[in-house]
């Protein structure tokens, strides 16, 4: 494929330093850290399509974060994305995989038998959605797993506990329920919570959450874990909420009871790893005029609509060159009561300069498929750029 001059330019232009920051006096430690990261964007349009707007230059991240430990009892996390606050304030939205505001949370350990955190940050649901993005090779988490078909932050209360020195991890959470949405206002009309849980197990050791098997394992690790969330919410007749991007397929919010349940699986061995995940959704509205039902009759919907889809993912680590290479396929079906579901495929290619602090990422979209409820302008697409990490 022949890459534009714009992103030759992009790659022979770039130029880094490194730097970490840590200030302490003594009780009090505090690193500050960020990310910087832009890529070029270039769509291939179907056939009638002329709007090339998104055939552009994009300040992806222009991260700072805060991290402190106070005593042996705190922990916090500060996060933001400059380019993120601007670019939301301009549409008068909140992109849920990109917020401006990414994390405000303090961690308590001095509870004997748990850890509890407070605050505003990612959900401990989804390996994927919880892997850093740093981390990734790819500049665009799956569709299942960025947060337009479950909230992926949010703002509440978690207890968690590790066991078998952090080889199994439990999460138990309860949130206002809104996602990114719950930093603007009130709660729902039913002032109802959504509740969250997480286990996870790793074998033989400990497995952090991340993708690629950078340190080329001698021997296999494996992880499994299993999710659940669940909410039971009261909207404006026959809308979602809220109603704008946030909400793009009215699936995170719906007037009425909503059950989301997963697992996912990863692997690592001599610097191959993979992943798998799979999520479903079962949407039960209250009325039976709601968007979900599409219009069909009570006997027709039973009463619910189910929506989910999987993702699975093969990596390669190429030590010799610091190269890594990835692929990815992904399956989702919005509503089972519209026929068909969409089918995407994805590839990868990240240069290490210096690990993941500095990496040039190149990104490939392939639309296999995609649901009539869902047309999209491009069936291909390629991401380049450079992301940069001062830690």
Same mark, same amino acid.
């Given at each position: ?36 990261? %832009? ?51 301009? %549409? ?150 809220? %109603? ?23 692997? +690592? ?29 009570? +006997? ?92």
């Amino acid at each position: 494929m022949k890459l534009p001059l714009q992103a030759i330019i992009l790659l022979s232009t770039a130029t880094v330093s490194f730097a970490q920051v840590t200030i302490s006096n003594g009780n009090h430690v505090l690193e500050i850290s960020g990310n910087i990261s %832009t890529y070029y964007n270039d769509r291939h349009l179907k056939a009638g399509e002329e709007d090339q707007s998104k055939n552009r230059f994009k300040l992806r991240d222009a991260q700072i974060e805060l991290e402190g430990r106070v005593g042996s009892d705190f922990e916090y996390g500060l996060k933001l994305d400059v380019a993120d606050m601007a670019a939301n304030n301009t %549409t008068n939205t909140v992109d849920p995989e990109n917020p401006g505001l990414m994390e405000a949370s303090v961690l308590y350990k001095g509870f004997h038998f748990f850890d509890i955190e407070m605050g505003y940050g990612k959900l401990y649901y989804s390996r994927n959605a919880l892997v850093p993005f740093g981390y990734s090779p790819y500049w665009q988490r799956p569709e299942l797993t960025r947060g337009s078909i479950f909230s992926t932050r949010d703002v509440g209360v978690t207890l968690m506990k590790n066991f078998w020195k952090q080889r199994a991890n439990v999460y138990i959470g309860a949130y206002t329920g809104l996602g990114e949405l719950s930093l603007l206002g009130d709660n729902d009309a039913s002032g109802q919570l959504e509740y969250v849980g997480r286990i996870d197990v790793s074998y033989p050791a400990r497995y952090r959450y991340r993708e690629i098997d950078d340190r080329h394992s001698p021997i296999p690790m494996f992880s499994l874990g299993i999710n659940g969330r669940y909410a039971n919410k009261k909207l404006p007749t026959g809308e979602s909420f809220p %109603t704008d991007a946030a909400s793009e397929y009215g699936l995170k919010v719906i007037d009425g009871t909503r059950l989301v349940y997963g697992f996912d699986a990863s692997f +690592q061995y001599m610097g191959f790893s993979g992943q798998f995940e799979m999520h479903q959704i079962k949407s039960e509205p209250q009325y039976d005029n709601d968007p979900l039902f599409m219009n069909l009759t009570p +006997q027709q919907t039973k009463g619910y609509v189910l929506s989910g889809g999987y993702i699975a993912q093969a990596n390669y680590f190429i030590k010799n060159w610091k190269t890594i290479v990835s692929a990815r396929y992904e399956e989702l079906d919005l509503n089972d009561l519209v026929a068909g579901n969409s089918e995407r495929f994805s590839s990868a290619i990240a240069y290490q300069i210096n690990g993941y602090n500095a990496m040039i990422k190149f990104q490939y979209f392939n639309i296999i498929k995609e649901e009539s409820i869902d047309p999209l302008k491009w069936d291909e697409q390629f991401r380049i750029g450079m992301q940069f990490q001062f830690k």
